[in-house]
């Protein structure tokens, strides 16, 4: 259960002061639906662009990616002109392809225990952030689509804008920089084994969060719902600092 935190904790705590998250997997998760509505949209404008194809585009896309938010247009301008140019489309039905333009950040939800967590790390005075391996610069969009506001951040850090992936140990003291903050004032959570040890080799207490029960047998900690996660934080009242 999530709980509101006291304020005696502020003046007692001395060290944790941000929860850094992933994003996909983590606090939002594919919409089936929303998905095949896309597919079905795309197969309107051109039948021989069947969900496969578009699957397949996305995932074999080759670069460049953007390293901006201004950057996105051009680039989704480009991605669909490459997947109409592949299949010697019409200019009518490029042109209607590419007015689709971004579609990335309307295929999610957010998981149930993801805005109530949130809140009460925020409630809490906890900074939050978002370190996330996808290309695509415009965090704040998934986040908004899912139902999370993206004001609640202090950072969305992409690795396109960081030119940085995970498990690399400096995109971690990146996002510990951008909240000013040292490393081990930085609690991580990941649903990724390899991105949590590396957290905590890069000096922060990371927290696996396990969903489908398979890390069993871990050495770091785990949690297997995000309304774990306040109350682990707190059990120890005196682990969350002020901010």
């Known amino acids: 259960m999530i709980v509101a935190c006291g304020a005696s904790w502020y003046a007692r705590g001395m060290k944790v002061r941000a929860v850094i998250f992933d994003r996909d997997n983590t606090l939002v998760q594919f919409d089936g639906a929303a998905i095949a509505a896309l597919g079905a949209r795309v197969s309107v404008i051109a039948p021989v662009i069947s969900p496969d194809v578009q699957h397949t585009h996305w995932l074999t896309w080759p670069g460049p990616w953007p390293r901006s938010v201004e950057e ?3 680039f989704w301008h480009a991605y669909w002109g490459a997947l109409a ?10 042109h209607a392809l590419q007015a689709i333009g971004a ?9 149930p225990d993801a805005v109530a ?4 790390l925020r409630s809490c005075g906890l900074r939050l952030a978002i370190l996330t391996n996808f290309e695509l610069p415009s965090v704040h969009l998934t986040l908004a689509h899912a139902g999370i506001d993206p004001g ?10 960081l030119g940085l992936r995970k498990p690399d140990l400096r995109a971690y003291q990146a996002a510990a920089a951008a909240l ?13 084994l390899v991105n949590v040890e590396a957290a905590c080799a890069a000096g ?8 489908e029960h398979v890390n069993t047998f871990t050495t770091v900690e785990r949690i297997t719902s995000l309304h774990e996660l306040v109350d682990l934080l707190t059990a120890d009242d005196r682990s969350i600092g002020w901010t």
């Open 72 to 74: 996105e247009p051009a």
């Open 85 to 94: 140019a592949r299949y010697a489309l019409p200019a009518d039905a490029t």
């Open 103 to 111: 579609f990335y950040h309307t295929c999610f939800t957010a998981f």
């Open 117 to 120: 967590c949130l809140a009460a």
């Open 152 to 161: 609640w951040f202090t950072a969305l850090l992409s690795s396109s804008s």
């Open 180 to 192: 000013d903050l040292p490393p081990d004032a930085c609690v991580f959570v990941d649903d990724l």
């Open 204 to 211: 922060m207490r990371g927290i696996l969060l396990d969903r």
